[in-house]
């Protein structure tokens, strides 16, 4: 709500005594929000960028730059000059210049993920030259607001010993005592010593300040000489969302309350109407603004070789402005540099940038239009015996690796019959450090699409314990690390696209409880329970290949064999994860028993349901409306007709296999009820390391499932699965949920 909308309903809204407090709040947000990013930013990515990525930043800064201080310097200064010749509007041009040369990271990131660009070549190479804007953008910003002081020697030289101390002093004073901690197993009172830097923050703020400085420069260099490690991820986790949500609306509020669009024109004043600044020259002065850092940046991508349609997508990208922009006008509004109309009229030229870029991309490179990579091998089924097996393994956390890297292990990988695994870290794009994420992966000396051993260390990373056990199967199993930074409602896009590109025939995502199942007991939520439902959902109805839900309750703390276990009741997918048991035959540490599971209804043949239309009733139903719901259920999962028949083609091309292969057995239960089949398995409980079932079963089970059952998580596992995984059994046997890939038919 800008000033001349206010009316009567303003100072209501706002009197005078809570703006007091609102600009008190909107001054300690920006004091954390600074402290964040000092904590969150990583010099390597800046350090590591290629040549490519810092000639365009650098390009784009220089003229955008100059752009904005002859903007201001020759138009704007001379439109204003009666109402800001008392203050320091010279000075104003350096903080015009700064604002059109930054390119805002985070928000950036977003845009890219929003428009699924953000693994794209353009995509990385934005992101890359914007980080060096960023930093570049932020040292000018300190510099400028040192220099604008009465006596700038004084205030530099006092900034400087105050940087030196913090660096020299309080840096190793910190590491020793986090270390110290550490050591004597004191993480549980990490709360007190966070306490003890939030308050070091303010005071940080206040001495920058009384150094001459902005009151943000003492948190900002606070966060950068913070130990990186689990402390600073502490501090990032739980200062974030609170700085974030509840402390920085109240700097947009006041950034609002400044903001007098009436007074651009200069309107109110007959005389400076004649020669003040009017509708032409602001909307003059927008075109100029965003034009200069396109123009720039697309020739310095085309002088690296670009193509003009991707130099002029880099180029719009660059425009994005966001809170950083915020930042350096409202640092400039507070030492009485820009007046109300000159920081009205930038705030306007930012907010025109950023609106633009996401449409702009939308229409103009759209990355949806691109064709999906046709190829045969979207299932485990039709990947030959002597064929290279490629797996998508996602994981949300670095922890608890060792069960994944155990599964893939018991696939049997050999020289015939490799393995490629994509290791895909999910990461939920919700701030600097996880966006930094892509930044690393665009400035690794190779590319993430290719296998690497340089995994880069972060807290998010889950790479070394597998690219360790790819050394040790080295020329059987190759490992290509790769780190999804995406918000969680448009993950599974991500991960479809990497196997889509990837050619991958199975894609194995844990369990949405998965990251919080303790040792031996059953499965708990965590706070991302709700999203990692909806991503594993999502991606189970979206993925063109086979996909896999994994739930470890301990497979890889074993260091003997395993003893898989495959609950076969019938229908293409539990045909898949036999397909995938089959190629775990023959590893000298893996015993593989199939079950399978026969209907026998005592009241008669049930109603054929086919997946193929050829339904055929092969007995009266029971019309009485008295049958069992767990016979419903059972009737619903079983496979008759052309399935049924599939069913047994496979069963019986696989009891071929157990007969000379001792490591191999084939078993069969007859059955008359869900209940039954249920008591059956939970007496194996125990018997074997991992049951290996189908999502679905027959033509119609998992409607039935979530009719009858009203399971939360039957879409996720089926109803099969769902039972697994539920209080019933104990969770001391690993579960493993295949659903089938789409038949492509390639000639």
């Known amino acids: 709500m ?22 008190t709040l909107a001054n300690l947000a920006l004091v954390y929000h600074m402290f964040l990013v000092g904590l969150e930013l990583d010099f390597k990515p800046i350090l590591r960028a290629r040549r490519k990525a810092v000639s365009i930043a650098l390009t784009g800064m220089v003229f955008s730059f100059l752009t904005g ?10 439109d204003f000059a009666k109402q800001t010749k008392n203050m320091g509007t010279k000075d104003g041009s350096f903080f015009w210049g700064i604002t059109l040369a930054t390119t805002n990271f985070l928000d950036l990131a977003k845009i890219l993920a929003d428009l699924k660009l953000l693994y794209s070549d353009v995509g990385g190479l934005a992101l890359s030259a914007s980080v060096i804007s960023d930093l570049c953008s932020w040292i000018l910003l300190l510099l400028g607001m040192a220099i604008v002081k009465s006596r700038p020697l004084l205030t530099v030289g006092s900034t400087l010993a105050f940087v030196g101390l913090c660096v020299f002093v309080v840096r190793p004073a910190l590491v020793w005592i986090i270390n110290r901690r550490r050591g004597a197993q004191e993480n549980g009172n990490d709360n007190e010593l966070a306490c003890y830097v939030m308050a070091g923050v303010v005071l940080c703020g206040l001495i920058t300040d009384a150094c001459g400085s902005h009151s943000i420069v003492g948190p900002f260099v606070l966060g950068i000489i913070m130990p990186k490690g689990e402390f600073s991820s502490m501090l990032i986790e739980n200062m974030g969302n609170f700085v974030r949500e509840i402390l ?21 004043d007959p005389e400076e109407a004649k020669t003040g600044t009017n509708i032409y020259r602001v909307v003059l002065i927008n075109l100029v603004a965003y034009a200069a850092k396109i123009v720039s940046t697309f020739v310095a991508c085309v002088l690296n070789r670009m193509s003009p349609r991707d130099s002029l997508t880099v180029g719009v990208l660059m425009n994005t402005k966001g809170l950083l922009a915020l930042i350096i006008l409202n640092s400039a509004r507070d030492l009485k540099i820009l007046n109300k109309q000159s920081f009205t009229l930038m705030t306007v030229v930012i907010w025109i940038m950023t609106f633009f870029v996401g449409p702009f991309l939308a229409l103009f490179y759209k990355s949806s239009a691109r064709s999906l990579v046709q190829y045969k091998q979207r299932n485990v089924r039709s990947v030959g015996p002597n064929t290279e097996l490629r797996i998508l393994a996602c994981t949300h956390t670095s922890r608890k690796m060792s069960g994944i890297i155990d599964l893939i292990d018991s696939s049997n990988p050999t020289e015939k019959s490799p393995i490629h695994v994509i290791v895909t870290q999910l990461v939920e794009l919700t701030g600097h450090a996880s966006a930094m994420l892509v930044v690393h992966n665009t400035c690794k000396p190779s590319s993430t699409n290719t296998t690497t051993n340089d995994a880069h260390s972060t807290d998010y990373d889950s790479s070394n314990g597998f690219q360790l056990y790819a050394q040790q199967r080295e020329g059987i199993v190759t490992v290509q690390t790769i780190t999804a930074v995406s918000p969680y409602a448009t993950m599974h896009e991500d991960i479809c696209n990497l196997a889509e590109e990837n050619r991958v025939s199975l894609i194995i995502i844990p369990f949405h409880k998965q990251s919080a199942i303790s040792d031996g007991g059953a499965a708990t939520q965590d706070s991302n329970y709700l999203h990692l439902k909806c991503l594993n959902n999502n991606l189970i109805a979206h993925a063109r290949c086979s996909v896999a839900v994994f739930v470890d309750h301990g497979l890889g703390t074993s260091n003997s064999g395993h003893h898989f276990a495959i609950l076969f009741i019938g229908g293409e997918d539990d045909r898949e994860a036999l397909a995938y048991a089959g190629r775990m035959v023959g590893h000298p540490r893996v015993m593989i028993t199939v079950i399978r599971f026969n209907f026998n209804s005592n009241k008669g043949a049930p109603k054929v349901y086919s997946n193929d239309n050829d339904d055929v009733d092969d007995g009266d ?16 999962m079983t496979s008759t007709g052309k399935q049924k028949k599939l069913d047994d083609l496979f069963i019986d091309a696989f009891r071929l296999r157990s007969m000379s292969d001792d490591s191999l057995e084939f078993l069969e239960k007859s059955v008359t009820s869900w209940e039954q089949t249920l008591t059956l398995i939970s007496a194996m409980e125990g018997d074997y390391d991992m049951f290996i079932v189908g999502r679905s079963h027959g033509s119609n089970s998992n409607d039935t499932s979530t009719m009858l059952l009203e399971c939360s998580d039957a879409n996720e596992m089926g109803v099969l699965g769902e039972a697994l995984v539920s209080s019933t059994f104990s969770g001391s046997t690993s579960i493993l949920v295949v659903q089938q890939g789409e038949d492509l038919d390639i000639v």
């Open 248 to 268: 920085m609306p109240f700097f947009y509020l006041i950034n609002s309350r400044r903001l007098s669009f009436s007074d651009i024109l200069n309107t109110k």
């Open 2 to 23: 800008s000033r001349n909308m206010r009316g009567d309903l303003y100072p209501q809204l706002f009197p005078i005594s809570n703006t007091v407090v609102a600009e």
């Open 69 to 78: 201080w002859v903007l201001y310097r020759y138009i704007l200064l001379k």
């Open 621 to 636: 139903s029971d019309s009485d409306g008295d049958g069992d719901g767990d016979d419903e259920i059972l009737v619903a």
